[in-house]
Antibody, heavy 119, light 106 residues
Framework: QLQLQESGPGLVKPSETLSLTCTVS??????????WGWIRQPPGKGLEWIGS???????YYNPSLKSRVIISLDTSKNQFSLKLNSVTAADTAVYYC???????????WGQGTLVTVSS | DIQMTQSPSSLPASVGDRVTITCRTS??????LNWYQQRPGKAPRLLIY???SLQSGVPSRFSGSGSGTDFTLTISSLQPEDFATYYC?????????FGQGTRLEI
């Protein structure tokens, strides 16, 4: 059974960079037809897609965040990562890592990790 | 971006009720429309993908239908564990977009 687990700091200062890693177990990220990505949810609000990357390495980002986001893969560790720079309080959210496909949607989710932006 | 209009935003219901949630997209999405359930403090769970395909392990009381730009999620007989928030999502084009959610409440 595929499992995804987020890790990283739960508190980030304004203007700094938010960095999270997702470790995938129970399967390989080197698989055709799927994308590995990040979705966030501010407290009490809805879901926002941040971006995704297939194992081939091309990246897709939400235009609203594109200037601040980098998503990358580390196939040797079966992990992928999120970096979001110049954060503000508006970036406070639960961040989920996920596996998605065009036809199947987001079929596997991490448990989510709350990241708070505060000084 | 493809806009998702989900309704209603909240839906009072009772155990045993049949309920329907609708999702309208701003353009055709080749039926790449998915439905998720989210319980408080938990990650969303995929229920329906490609408009009408039931995800493995999801009870058959959940069903999806629709095509083009209009889609529905139906729960045939509400169970206590179904009281949660439901989201639609299109996965046809990037950026992937979600509806604003429907809170199903007792």
């Amino acid at each position: 059974q595929l499992q995804l687990q987020e890790s990283g700091p739960g508190l980030v200062k304004p203007s700094e960079t938010l960095s999270l890693t997702c470790t995938v177990s129970g399967g390989s990220i080197n698989i055709n037809g799927y994308y590995w990505g990040w979705i966030r949810q501010p407290p009490g609000k809805g879901l926002e897609w941040i971006g995704s990357i297939p194992y081939s390495g091309n990246t897709y980002y939400n235009p609203s965040l594109k200037s601040r986001v980098i998503i990358s893969l580390d196939t040797s560790k079966n992990q992928f990562s999120l970096k979001l720079n110049s954060v503000t309080a508006a970036d406070t959210a639960v961040y989920y890592c996920a596996r998605q496909g065009r036809r199947v949607g987001v079929d596997y989710w991490g448990q989510g990790t709350l990241v708070t932006v505060s000084s | 971006d493809i806009q998702m209009t989900q309704s209603p935003s909240s839906l009072p219901a009772s155990v045993g009720d049949r309920v329907t949630i609708t999702c309208r997209t701003s353009q055709s999405i080749n039926n790449f429309l998915n439905w998720y359930q989210q319980r408080p403090g938990k990650a969303p769970r995929l229920l329906i993908y490609a408009a009408s395909s039931l995800q493995s392990g999801v009870p058959s009381r959940f069903s999806g239908s629709g095509s083009g730009t209009d889609f529905t999620l139906t729960i045939s007989s509400l169970q206590p564990e179904d009281f949660a928030t439901y989201y639609c999502q299109q996965s046809d084009t990037t950026p992937v977009t979600f509806g604003q959610g429907t809170r199903l409440e007792i």
